[in-house]
T-cell receptor
Framework: GEQVEQRPPHLSVREGDSAVIICTYT??????FFWYKQEPGAGLQLLMK?????EINEGQGFTVLLNKKDKQLSLNLTAAHPGDSAVYFC?????????????FGTGTTVSVSP | GALVYQYPRRTICKSGTSMRMECQAV??????VAWYRQSPQKTFELIAL?????????EQNFTQEKFPISHPNLSFSSMTVLNAYLEDRGLYLC???????????FGPGTRLTVL
């Protein structure tokens, strides 16, 4: 089945620097992609959803790129600030039985120091 | 807006006992509900996907005998962890969809501690 590899597992950056997280998936039929943020002790906060027809998406303080050729999805935190410290997960949808569940990446712990 | 509530938020049970957790969708119809588990220091594993009018599909390593799920209507789902042991510790998330093509709405999770 679908495998989603996420790297790096840990990322330490200084405030104002950028940080890039990359996910590589295996199923070429994957067509919806998501980035989630999990703060300590909390559930998942959706950062952005990306559809296969869109390659570049910009959010508030970050950019998401989808490279379908290489089956890669990346999250670029621009000008990181301490509030960005969290665990980030990418996720990919599969479709079966009429519903869709998510396959999650392994997570990246981001620490932003002042 | 679409919201998903989960109860309880935290629970502690003794090894070998069972506990039930609930997931409630508000503001949309939960045509499919997926249950996930995040074990300590790990990512989210899909346990099973329940779609209205279809059989519940369990992922490898998860069984109905261990994690029975009920999805009786378009706003509610529950899952029980039977005979819980240490390896069942973690955060259990439910993600519900309304049949559209977009993302699942996640609840805040039920954190299970097994003593």
């Amino acid at each position: 089945g679908e495998q989603v590899e996420q790297r790096p597992p840990h990322l330490s950056v200084r405030e104002g620097d950028s940080a890039v997280i990359i996910c590589t998936y295996t199923d070429p039929n994957s067509y919806y992609f998501f980035w989630y943020k999990q703060e300590p002790g909390a559930g998942l906060q959706l950062l952005m959803k990306v559809f296969s027809s869109t390659e570049i998406n910009e959010g508030q303080g970050f950019t998401v790129l989808l490279n379908k050729k290489d089956k890669q999805l990346s999250l670029n935190l621009t000008a990181a600030h301490p509030g960005d410290s969290a665990v980030y997960f990418c996720a990919v949808t599969l479709s079966y039985q009429g519903g869709r569940a998510l396959i999650f990446g392994t997570g990246t712990t981001v620490s932003v120091s002042p | 807006g679409a919201l998903v509530y989960q109860y309880p938020r935290r629970t502690i049970c003794k090894s070998g006992t069972s506990m039930r957790m609930e997931c409630q969708a508000v503001g949309f119809q939960a045509t499919s509900v997926a249950w996930y588990r995040q074990s300590p220091q790990k990512t989210f594993e899909l346990i099973a996907l329940s779609t209205v009018n279809s059989a519940i599909k369990y992922e490898q390593n998860f069984t109905q005998e261990k994690f029975p799920i009920s999805h009786p209507n378009l706003s509610f789902s529950s899952m029980t962890v039977l005979n819980a042991y240490l390896e069942d510790r973690g955060l259990y998330l439910c993600g519900a969809r309304d049949g559209g093509p977009y993302e699942q709405y996640f609840g805040p999770g039920t954190r299970l501690t097994v003593l």
